[in-house]
């Protein structure tokens, strides 16, 4: 029986282990350190781990809508830096996807006013806003499923909008991208389980889409729903206040004044913080 009793006692420690190792994370990340950059708003970056090989960075703006307010804006492609020192933002980053001519692919409201194609069956994600007058039952700002929530600009209650895709992660945590083996830098946009508006940019082109939507979901950033905006060159951050500088993909710096310059680096959509 002591025997018998023995062997149960390894198959039940096995048993009890196996979760553990069958549920093991694909993805982490180093500690998050926010580091304050004003009220409500403050910044991160952490080193990415896929099975605990650090493979790239990534920049993390953290903004409380509540402490913060945003602007979105639209005209002739300009490089971010030059949209800053316009707007004196505190943070700057890029909107969504456009047409050679600098027109938005998808919907795009900029102080109330649309702006591009009132309809787009490729998006599946909005970014809003800043409610019109008062209305103390919406969010300040949050993020929309276009499968889920029809819209229509003249009535819709926020000021500021950007309409982008693939959603990578939706109200139910579910992935809503495929895989595929396409990387580019990328930057996302992302509410969290707080109510924080949560902004990503990455320092390299190491993900996929799906990598990177499955990275958010194990990550330690609580993210509740998460939309990407346009990538590649356009993949841009900038943060600029009084004590503190960065711009991201952070492996740019030291070519800003050759890169910035150049056409395909320019944009004509930019979203802007400011303190409220």
Known sequence: ??????????????WLAMPWAAGAEEWGHTEIKWQPLGRGLSFTKVEV??????????????????????RVFHHSPQSITAW???????????????YRDGTPCGLVITDGKPLGPWRNARMRGMFVAEPKGLSPDLPRATILDLTRDAITPQKLPWSQGVQSFPLLLDANERIRVHMSDKTARRSVIATDRQGNILVF?????YFTLYDLAQFLKESAFEVETALNLDGGTEAQLYI???????????????????LLDRKEFQLPTVVAVFPR
């Open 49 to 70: 781990l896929r099975e605990e090989e650090g493979v790239t960075t990534l920049a993390v703006v953290k903004i409380d809508p509540a402490a913060n307010t945003f």
């Open 240 to 258: 600029k206040t009084k004590d503190f500088e960065y711009f991201s993909p952070h492996a740019w710096e030291t070519q800003l004044g050759t």
């Open 84 to 98: 800053q020192q316009e707007l004196k933002a505190v943070v700057v980053f890029n909107g969504s996807y456009y």
């Open 1 to 14: 029986m002591r025997a018998r009793g023995f062997v149960l006692f390894l198959i039940g420690w096995a």
């Open 201 to 205: 940019n990455t320092n390299s082109g």
